[in-house]
T-cell receptor, first 112, second 113 residues
Framework: QKEVEQDPGPLSVPEGAIVSLNCTYS??????FMWYRQYSRKGPELLMY??SSGNKEDGRFTAQVDKSSKYISLFIRDSQPSDSATYLC????????????WGLGTSLAVNP | DAGVIQSPRHEVTEMGQEVTLRCKPI?????LFWYRQTMMRGLELLIY????????DSGMPEDRFSAKMPNASFSTLKIQPSEPRDSAVYFC???????????FGEGSRLTVL
């Protein structure tokens, strides 16, 4: 079993839809949870950063962490064509185990 | 700041040739990371440096790969000899901490024929 699992998609939605992107992980020691967005032929850029459990909201984006289920989500409200990109989850532990573990990424297309 | 700068953006070479990829991190960032990205394996950490010192090179696939950071503003990733299976996009990223926000360059797309 991989440490971080992410469905690669592709996911195609109409403009204005609510998008849900998810990752599962296996190590209960993970404490830092990130979502990066990667446009075609560009490097990833940080979108959301969450420590431990709970929700974090930033504009149209909400990151959710459920440590009991080892499940993290990224919700995009009122999706726009400019949201079309690959979304990667990245997770790390604490102390001496702080190396980021990456999901494969989910490709999202928002159609006008 | 101009961000993380990588060169070349594209490299096409023949099997057996030496490849050198270059990276200039963001000024003031103490951490520098080299990643490789492929469709099948996603983003893989090859090596990272802290204050120019290699900290973890366990992701370097084999001895054909080497990385250096002679000073705070420059790093290289070298592949010698290159093989077709090395074809990938290689990213350099810098950060203020090992779990802080990573700032990626635009990548170097390597094709080995």
């Amino acid at each position: 079993q991989k440490e971080v699992e992410q469905d690669p998609g592709p996911l195609s939605v109409p403009e204005g839809a609510i998008v849900s992107l998810n990752c599962t992980y296996s190590n209960s020691a993970f404490q830092y949870f990130m979502w990066y967005r990667q446009y075609s032929r560009k490097g990833p850029e940080l979108l959301m950063y969450t420590y431990s459990s709970g929700n974090k909201e930033d504009g149209r984006f909400t990151a959710q962490v459920d440590k009991s289920s080892k499940y993290i989500s990224l919700f995009i409200r009122d999706s726009q064509p400019s949201d079309s990109a690959t979304y990667l989850c990245a997770i790390s532990g604490a102390g001496n185990n702080r190396k980021l573990i990456w999901g494969l990424g989910t490709s999202l297309a928002v159609n006008p | 700041d101009a961000g993380v700068i990588q060169s070349p953006r594209h490299e096409v070479t023949e099997m057996g040739q030496e490849v050198t990829l270059r990276c200039k991190p963001i000024s003031g960032h103490d951490y520098l990371f080299w990643y490789r990205q492929t469709m099948m394996r996603g983003l893989e950490l090859l090596i990272y440096f802290n204050n120019n010192v290699p900290i973890d090179d366990s992701g370097m696939p084999e001895d054909r790969f080497s990385a250096k950071m002679p000073n705070a503003s420059f790093s290289t990733l070298k592949i010698q000899p290159s093989e077709p299976r090395d074809s990938a996009v290689y990213f350099c990223a810098s950060s203020l901490s090992v779990t802080g926000e990573l700032f990626f360059g635009e990548g170097s797309r390597l094709t080995v024929l």
